[in-house]
């Protein structure tokens, strides 16, 4: 009975075992890229359940808020829809323009000066509210900052920080060069040497550099280097800056 025992107990090491070293294998193989997809996709599924409540709760609040017995309120309602409707359509674009809540919010605001009834306070006040949590949605999916807001986040980066860990670890064709190949796939020592054309101590110097920053993580001693989330994340904002910037050069010429 109790070699019965000891044997099951081997048997279900050895199998914790065998699941333990498929997780690395499946991790070692997974590379950040096909990861940020799976985040994409699920940002994406938890963002359309947002705005298909926010996209309902204009039609129900207005509907039950706004006062019932006045002549206008379909007339504002409308008004206020359309308003409150162009917002939705820019979270499902995931793209909020420059100025547009400030127009939204002047329209708003003009629509309010040309009220004529103490009771419109009401119906203003559901409209406004519903527009308040778009917003507040905007910013819970990062498409929309204000300016002012942006303004104090720049103010109180530490700048020690950003050029210590960000700036001057990636200020290097070398190890921008690592960086892109490590965030397809992990990558060998010899592997990396051959792709940089650096030898010995001086690719060791660059990889360290980027150990060092958190930028990247070698599995062992002697083991393959991955790219870490704060350095995809870091040489994803450096891509879409430069599409940024590349779109804008093209816009400009083209009006040349």
Request: proline fraction near 1%; charge should be negative.
């Amino acid at each position: 009975m109790e070699t019965d025992l000891r044997s099951e107990i081997a048997t279900i090491k050895s199998q914790i075992s065998d699941i333990n070293e498929n997780l690395k294998r499946f991790v070692e193989r997974s590379n950040q890229q096909y990861l940020e997809s799976i985040l994409d996709g699920c940002r994406s599924n938890f963002s359309e359940i947002i705005i298909g409540y926010a996209t309902g709760e204009i039609e129900q609040g207005l509907e039950e808020n706004m006062v019932k017995d006045c002549h206008m309120k379909e007339a504002c309602k409308s008004m206020f829809s359309d308003l409150l409707e162009r917002n939705i359509e820019q979270i499902k674009e995931g793209n909020i323009p420059e100025g547009s809540i400030n127009k939204a919010r002047s329209k708003m605001k003009e629509l309010r000066d040309k009220a004529q009834y103490d009771r419109c306070d009401n119906c203003f006040s559901e409209a406004s509210r519903i527009f308040d949590k778009q917003i507040n949605l905007m910013r819970a999916l990062k498409i929309y900052r204000e300016e002012g807001e942006l303004k104090e986040a720049i103010s109180t980066v530490p700048d020690a920080n950003i050029v210590d860990e960000m700036l001057e670890p990636l200020s290097n064709k070398q190890r921008m060069q690592i960086m892109k190949a490590l965030s397809t796939e992990t990558k060998t020592f010899s592997s990396l040497s051959l792709l940089t054309g650096l030898r010995g101590g001086n690719l060791l110097f660059h990889l360290q550099k980027l150990m060092d920053s958190g930028m990247i993580f070698q599995r062992n001693e002697r083991g393959d280097y991955m790219i870490t989330e704060k350095g995809y994340a870091a040489l994803r904002g450096i891509v879409e800056t430069y599409q940024i910037l590349e779109s804008q050069k093209f816009r400009i010429m083209g009006r040349d």
